[in-house]
Protein backbone atom coordinates (compact mmCIF):
# COMPACT_ATOMS: atom_id res chain seq x y z
CA UNK A 1 0.00 0.00 0.00
CA UNK A 2 0.88 3.37 -0.40
CA UNK A 3 1.56 5.80 2.54
CA UNK A 4 -1.00 8.53 2.04
CA UNK A 5 -3.66 6.32 0.75
CA UNK A 6 -7.18 6.18 2.57
CA UNK A 7 -8.49 2.87 2.58
CA UNK A 8 -11.62 3.62 4.74
CA UNK A 9 -14.83 3.46 2.83
CA UNK A 10 -16.35 7.50 3.36
CA UNK A 11 -19.59 7.71 5.33
CA UNK A 12 -19.78 4.77 7.07
CA UNK A 13 -17.82 5.14 10.25
CA UNK A 14 -19.52 6.33 13.16
CA UNK A 15 -18.18 9.68 14.60
CA UNK A 16 -15.78 10.08 17.06
CA UNK A 17 -16.05 12.27 20.14
CA UNK A 18 -13.56 13.28 23.23
CA UNK A 19 -16.05 11.67 25.67
CA UNK A 20 -15.69 12.58 29.40
CA UNK A 21 -16.58 9.90 31.53
CA UNK A 22 -18.31 10.27 34.70
CA UNK A 23 -18.26 8.22 37.27
CA UNK A 24 -21.11 7.81 40.71
CA UNK A 25 -18.05 8.36 42.54
CA UNK A 26 -17.13 11.83 41.38
CA UNK A 27 -13.94 10.48 38.84
CA UNK A 28 -13.99 12.45 35.56
CA UNK A 29 -11.57 11.57 32.66
CA UNK A 30 -11.37 11.77 28.98
CA UNK A 31 -11.90 8.94 26.55
CA UNK A 32 -12.18 8.49 23.02
CA UNK A 33 -15.85 7.26 22.12
CA UNK A 34 -18.56 7.08 19.08
CA UNK A 35 -20.91 8.72 22.52
CA UNK A 36 -20.87 11.70 23.73
CA UNK A 37 -21.16 11.26 27.70
CA UNK A 38 -20.85 8.03 29.37
CA UNK A 39 -21.42 7.49 32.86
CA UNK A 40 -19.95 4.84 35.05
CA UNK A 41 -20.68 2.90 37.97
CA UNK A 42 -17.17 1.82 39.00
CA UNK A 43 -13.79 3.39 37.55
CA UNK A 44 -10.24 2.46 38.56
CA UNK A 45 -10.63 5.40 41.21
CA UNK A 46 -13.15 3.56 43.42
CA UNK A 47 -13.06 -0.05 42.07
CA UNK A 48 -11.52 -2.25 45.15
CA UNK A 49 -8.89 -4.07 42.88
CA UNK A 50 -6.84 -0.79 41.89
CA UNK A 51 -7.59 1.02 45.40
CA UNK A 52 -6.51 -2.17 47.02
CA UNK A 53 -9.45 -2.11 49.40
CA UNK A 54 -10.22 -5.55 48.65
CA UNK A 55 -9.56 -8.18 51.89
CA UNK A 56 -6.77 -9.25 52.89
CA UNK A 57 -8.46 -12.05 54.87
CA UNK A 58 -10.40 -12.89 51.55
CA UNK A 59 -7.73 -13.67 49.78
CA UNK A 60 -6.34 -15.58 52.11
CA UNK A 61 -9.09 -17.56 53.01
CA UNK A 62 -9.27 -18.53 49.52
CA UNK A 63 -5.49 -19.61 48.76
CA UNK A 64 -6.11 -21.95 52.34
CA UNK A 65 -9.40 -23.95 50.80
CA UNK A 66 -7.52 -24.08 47.28
CA UNK A 67 -4.21 -25.53 49.44
CA UNK A 68 -6.32 -27.61 52.03
CA UNK A 69 -8.32 -29.14 48.71
CA UNK A 70 -5.22 -30.13 46.61
CA UNK A 71 -3.29 -31.76 49.85
CA UNK A 72 -0.75 -28.81 49.92
CA UNK A 73 1.38 -27.48 52.90
CA UNK A 74 1.57 -23.87 53.28
CA UNK A 75 4.90 -22.30 52.12
CA UNK A 76 5.24 -19.66 55.04
Do not use: L
Request: hydrophobic share 30%.
Amino acid sequence: MAKGVNIMKKDIHPTMYDTEVECVCGAKFTVRSTKEKIHCEVCSECHPFYTGAQGRAKKAGTIEKFNKKYGFKDAK
